[in-house]
């Protein structure tokens, strides 16, 4: 198959694209890079710095285009797939919609469907709009929820919604989002991690328990990480000969990687039922997850064995009891380790992953396929 990959979230599509090359498919990334992370794509679509930025950006997508066609698949990271207003962004969907045989939404992060259902609907307990029947009104949350609600970003998202042959979710908390609206088309689909050939189970440092955190200073608060800083630092502070913190702060993907090296736990993203990319990536080197493994994520995945996330509830307290424990048992941590590696490898690894993609796409691709034809 050709199939073209627009659009980036936390490498979801630089991966996927290598375990679909590695199946023997024609793949073409083109994307930002998701901005300062830098990720790997073929073609790079990065909103200029300076005057006319988004004038500049437009004629260089246009002269693009001519690239942008003759695929069998096409798939969205997201109904804002390039780093233009909403306005501009229908006749770019249409156009590839025209050119292309079958287009594929991925539910992989902020739309207008998460951000109605989590803070209108509440089917979650927690979210990043909610806390129970309470709705989020912090800063970041009340920014996203003035972009995507009664605005052209959610015609454009319903429209694709509707319109494309089917949409891929990949977490428990976006296929919640989605499904109820199109239970035909909409097929849960586990991130892509490439599993390093090198891992540890074993404990980084006899005497410390090492500790590491990501921040990305507009979305700390919105993603819970002023709070999992906060209680790691507390902790450190009444454990410092027990603890060490490592502390990245806005770093692109390859430093953040290799400053990851050599933790036993990371702490990430304290409103999500399940692990994304960044900890996914760390379980696969043996890291574990302190964050979200409620049971959904285990039952969307169809695992009942392995439990390798630290699962803390959307509290301070929550996370330092969490955290304490593991200071104070670090016998529990090559237990933990071996598991996140095996977690990991079992429902993600890329080339897995790649195989259900190629499925998805061959059946949309069928003659018999019953997807609906939107020419």
Not at 19 to 44: A, E
Not at 75 to 85: C, D, T
Not at 101 to 130: I, Q
Request: with cysteine; hydrophobic share 35%.
């Amino acid at each position: 198959m050709k199939i073209l990959l627009i659009g980036e979230y936390s490498n979801v599509h630089a991966t996927l694209a290598d375990g679909l090359r590695q199946r023997g498919h024609k793949v073409t990334v083109v994307s930002n890079g998701d901005f300062w992370k830098n990720y790997p794509r073929d073609i790079d679509v990065s909103r200029p710095q300076g005057p006319l930025a988004g004038l500049r950006l437009l004629m260089r997508l246009y002269c693009l285009l001519p690239r942008m066609r003759g695929y069998d698949i096409v798939q969205l990271i997201n109904p804002v797939f390039f780093e233009l207003k909403a306005e501009r962004l229908f006749w770019f969907y249409d156009y590839l919609r025209r050119h292309n045989k079958k287009v594929v939404l991925g539910a992989f992060g902020m739309d207008w469907y998460w951000v109605h259902t989590c803070t209108v609907e509440k089917p979650l307990r927690y979210s990043d709009f909610n806390f129970g029947d309470q709705v989020r009104t912090d800063e970041a949350a009340v920014r996203e929820q003035h972009d995507w609600l009664g605005t052209t970003k959610e015609t454009l998202n319903k429209k694709i919604a509707q319109d494309a042959d089917a949409i891929v979710t990949g977490l428990y908390e976006y296929d919640v989002c989605y499904r109820p609206h199109f239970p035909e088309k909409t097929q849960f689909i586990p991130f892509p991690i490439k599993l390093p050939e090198t891992y540890s189970t074993e404990r980084c440092k006899a005497s410390k328990v090492s500790v590491f955190i990501g921040i990305s200073r507009r979305r700390s608060a919105y993603k819970g990480t002023d709070i999992m800083l906060q209680a790691a630092k507390d902790l450190h502070t009444k454990y410092a000969y027990r603890m060490r913190l490592n502390i990245a702060e806005g770093v692109p993907f390859e430093e953040y990687q290799q400053m990851m090296e050599g933790s036993d736990a990371i702490l990430d993203q304290l409103y999500a039922y399940t692990p994304s990319m960044n900890p996914l990536l760390a379980m696969s080197k043996g890291i574990i997850c302190i964050g979200g493994g409620e049971p959904e994520n285990y039952e969307i995945l169809g695992e009942d064995e392995l439990r390798p996330i630290i699962n803390v509830q959307p509290t301070y307290e929550s996370v330092y009891q969490e955290l304490e424990q593991l200071i104070l048992h670090p016998e529990r941590i090559p237990m933990l380790k071996q598991q996140s590696r095996e977690y990991v490898k079992r429902h993600h690894d890329y080339l897995k992953v790649a195989r259900q993609y190629e499925q998805l796409y061959l059946s949309l691709l069928s003659p018999s396929s019953g997807s609906q034809q939107h020419r």
